[in-house]
């Protein structure tokens, strides 16, 4: 008796115990789960958003960004809002209107289209009239500082301001010597850019309620502004966002520069762009905050970390995929000239060779995710323009 007491007892803790070890168990599965389920499956709750319209902002890793949303267009057939014609940007520098996207339509017959991501000086309700209502608008900043010396560097030839400068320090310590606003749009690079792409005046005076009036318009319109310096966090985010698989945020830099071609600041410099830029700094300020508190409400540490790495080895896994060397190249060491990105002013414009012996999906693939700005804006023109003449890529023909 006292036996099958001391066994019945027995059971009862060894089930109780698994019982315990079982609610543990699913416990920590659960959380594991939620991590890692965006990153297994690729794919997110609900189905992908489709119609989005991005701020291309100049010298923010903004052809990067570009790159993605036509790879995404293409293989889902999406339509995109392209300039018209021959150009290649929707009539930058002047405000954006309707009739710069070729088949828009006259009038109020306009076509509306699912992906705009072209250069423009933004103007809402010009853009609404060929985006969709349920459009996605977002865009991307970089600190102005690092912004204002890119610029200086490939506008430097185009813009009178940096034309007239012997050196960007130069420029700095007296700018309203080479600045003159009368000069009017061709200066546009060389003070607040990226407070002109978003259609507002780069000289207007950083008054406090007129800053907050506009930081607050752009938080009205765009529901995501991402970041440049944090690029990976940022395709994290976005993916999030539109709810995309993996590999559609995935990519390769695309017109950066050599490191020969950036120039480096003093300290005393740096100060001088942040006042010089000053609506650029609020601007870069105000969403950096707005940014990082979004990827710590929506992610979290833990789970950003892996997503980030994550996103980091598909990149490093594809590289060694379709590139020849892993590494991109400078304009004399590009095989295909078809690949050979633009080269502006003083920068020296990076591009890449793909690896030899590739089978035509995967060469289809990593061809798209190499292929340059003007290029790309081509290829879809062509595809989803046949009867019209093509765009002519001027200096590939040179």
């Known amino acids: 008796m006292l036996t099958l007491l001391g066994s019945s007892q027995r059971c009862f803790w060894t089930l109780l115990l698994l019982t315990l070890s079982v609610f543990l168990l699913v416990g920590l599965l659960r959380v594991d789960i939620n991590m890692l389920t965006p990153l297994l ?25 570009l790159n993605i949303l036509f790879r995404f267009a293409e293989t ?34 306009q076509r509306r289209f699912n992906i705009m991501c072209n250069h423009l000086r933004f103007n809402l309700p010009e853009v609404q009239k060929v985006m969709p209502n349920d459009t996605f608008y977002f865009s991307i900043l970089r600190n102005p500082v690092f912004q204002l010396e890119s610029s200086f560097t490939y506008y430097r030839s185009y813009a009178p301001a940096f034309r007239a400068a012997p050196s960007l320090d130069a420029f700095l310590a007296a700018p309203h010597t080479f600045y003159n606003r009368s000069v009017g749009l061709r200066n546009a690079y060389s003070r607040n850019p990226m407070w002109f792409d978003l259609g507002f005046d780069p000289d207007a005076a950083a008054s406090e309620g007129y800053v907050r009036a506009r930081l607050a318009d752009v938080e009205r ?25 993996l590999d559609d945020v995935v990519s390769f830099r695309l017109n950066s520069r050599s490191q020969r071609s950036v120039g480096s600041l ?11 830029c000053a609506l650029d700094w609020r601007l870069y300020q105000h969403f950096n905050r707005t940014f990082w508190a979004s990827l710590r409400a929506e992610l979290g540490p833990r789970r950003l970390r892996a997503e980030v790495e994550r996103l980091r080895a598909r990149r490093r896994e594809l590289m060694g995929l379709c590139l020849q060397g892993g590494a991109p190249k400078n304009k004399t060491q590009i095989a295909d000239r078809k690949l050979l990105p633009y080269q ?11 690896r030899q012996g590739l089978d035509n999906e995967t060469l ?20 989803q323009f046949p009867e019209k003449p093509p765009k002519n890529i001027a200096f590939l023909e040179a």
Not at 266 to 276: C, G, N
Not at 365 to 373: A, K, L, N, Q, T
Request: aromatic residues 10%; proline residues 6%; positive net charge.
């Open 41 to 65: 499956g690729g794919q997110p709750e609900g189905h992908p958003i489709t119609n989005i319209m991005f701020l291309k902002t100049h010298k923010t890793a903004s052809s990067t960004v």
């Open 76 to 109: 889902h057939n999406l339509s995109v809002a392209l300039p018209a014609g021959s150009r290649v940007h929707l009539g930058y520098p002047w405000l954006f209107l309707a009739r710069y996207v070729e088949g828009a339509g006259p009038g109020g017959s």
């Open 221 to 245: 319109r765009f529901q995501l502004v991402l970041i440049a310096e944090h690029f990976d966090e940022s395709m994290v985010l976005l993916r999030h966002r539109l709810r995309w698989r």
């Open 266 to 276: 003093t300290p005393e410099s740096q100060e001088r762009a942040r006042h010089w």
């Open 344 to 354: 502006s002013g003083e920068a020296d414009i990076l591009g890449y060779n793909l």
């Open 364 to 383: 289809r693939m990593c061809r798209r995710m190499v292929m340059p700005e003007l290029q790309y804006t081509a290829h879809l023109y062509s595809l």
